[in-house]
């Protein structure tokens, strides 16, 4: 049996109100005033993001611009400035780096860091947070929240724990303290649907969910029981995986106008699935965690990933995982602009120390 892989430090950064925070930063006359970052309130585009004072109406990202217009009549809007948030994005992304070359951008605001080991040489997870949060700040006038465990969904939700400009550090004997109030909602892969069913059969909290047995979880889901058995043990050893690695097998592609629908969007995501498949074949490699990527027409992008506990063995298993994944995207509500498969995690699974073999279906996800 492989030794257990050493307990690893994952720092979850968020940006505050991102989009608002940056127009706050260059227009004075903004701050202070309940201000959306969208299309205008007459047109029928939806709010990109809101700053804290228009989220006391409860305004909220993807809202309709009309409908945030109805709770705060005297609400700003302003229009988005793509070009600038990703400039702000990479000096924030540079800074990341400075710190470790394990970094997964998951959007222009938020980002995973392993700093298990890191070139700083510093042990403590915790310092590092508040020194990235330091440096953010420096650079570009914005705060940002960050969230420290030892798996990536701990650290996601601990960096919305405390926001804004907050720092949440989640140490791995508290772990379950920590998520057992939650909603099962806040769990990654678990949507509206599954939420739904989870409620059905009496399960509301993370604490709910942790009582019942994986036998039973299984059998309701599938493979996915397995997933939602391990995170409700605070269990989860997806891999912090940077874009390089994952878009060497991918393929993407902007369509020529957006796509409203998803069925197209799925013949599309086949052929995608057949070409990466085969071009990972040729190479001689074979992978287990499947990323779709999905840019709207408003240029937000988003990403959403299944991690396999054991290789992929078809492009048509691929193709299964995209179309799940899509599942979790607004794709069909939202008309999107581009889309894209990337395979990565070319290493056979780590065996588990806790069950002695290394599972065959075990399927992460986020
Ligand atoms: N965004 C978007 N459409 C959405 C959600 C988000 O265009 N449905 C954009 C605008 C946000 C940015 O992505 O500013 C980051 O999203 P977050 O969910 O992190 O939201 P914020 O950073 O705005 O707020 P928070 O302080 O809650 O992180
Ligand atoms: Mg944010």
């Not at 303290?177 to 739904?196: H, N, Q, S, W, Y």
């Not at 039973?216 to 409700?232: I, M, N, Q, T």
């Not at 054991?310 to 691929?318: H, I, M, P, T």
Request: charged fraction near 30%; glycine fraction near 6%; aromatic fraction near 8%.
């Amino acid at each position: 049996m492989a030794p257990a892989a050493p307990v690893r430090k994952i720092i979850h950064v968020d940006m505050d109100m991102f989009y608002a925070a940056v127009e706050m930063r260059d227009r004075p006359e903004l701050r202070g005033r309940p201000l959306v970052v969208g299309g205008r309130p007459d047109s029928r585009s939806v709010a990109a993001t809101a700053n804290y004072e228009a989220r006391r109406y409860g305004i909220r990202s993807g809202m309709s611009c009309a409908e945030a217009k109805r709770r705060c009549p005297h609400c700003l809007f302003v229009p988005p400035d793509f070009e600038k948030y990703r400039r702000v994005s990479e000096q924030v992304h540079a800074i990341f780096r400075e710190y470790t070359d394990l970094v997964e951008s998951v959007s222009l605001d938020e980002a995973y860091l392993d700093v298990t080991r890191n070139r700083r040489n510093e042990p403590s997870a915790t310092r590092l947070a508040r020194e990235i949060k330091r440096r953010i700040f420096a650079a570009t006038g914005l705060t940002a929240s960050a969230g420290v465990a030892s798996t990536m969904f701990v650290a996601k939700i601990a960096s919305d724990a405390r926001k804004p400009d907050g720092l949440c550090v989640v140490r791995p004997d508290r772990v379950m303290e920590f998520i057992r109030p939650l909603p099962v909602m806040r769990l990654p892969g678990v949507g509206k649907v599954t939420d739904a069913e989870l409620a059905r059969l009496g399960i509301r909290t993370v604490a709910d969910l942790e009582k019942r047995p994986l036998s039973f979880l299984e059998e309701r889901f599938g493979k996915f029981g397995r997933w939602l058995h391990d995170l409700a043990h605070g269990i989860d050893d997806t891999p912090v995986t940077p874009w390089r690695e994952r878009l060497s097998y991918g393929a993407e592609e902007t369509f020529a106008r957006d796509v409203a629908k998803k069925g197209p969007l799925l013949e599309y995501l086949r052929e995608c699935a057949g070409r990466v498949f085969a071009d990972l074949g040729e190479e001689g490699k074979r992978a287990r965690t499947v990323t779709l990527k999905i840019k709207y027409a408003d240029f937000c992008v988003v990403t959403r990933r299944r991690t396999f506990g054991a290789f992929l063995a078809s492009a048509d298993e691929v193709f299964r995982a995209a179309g799940e994944l899509l599942e979790r995207t607004e794709a069909g509500q939202r008309p999107v602009r581009l889309a894209g498969i990337a395979l990565s995690n070319f290493e056979p699974p780590r065996a588990r120390a806790d069950d002695g073999q290394p599972p065959l279906f075990r399927l992460s996800d986020r």
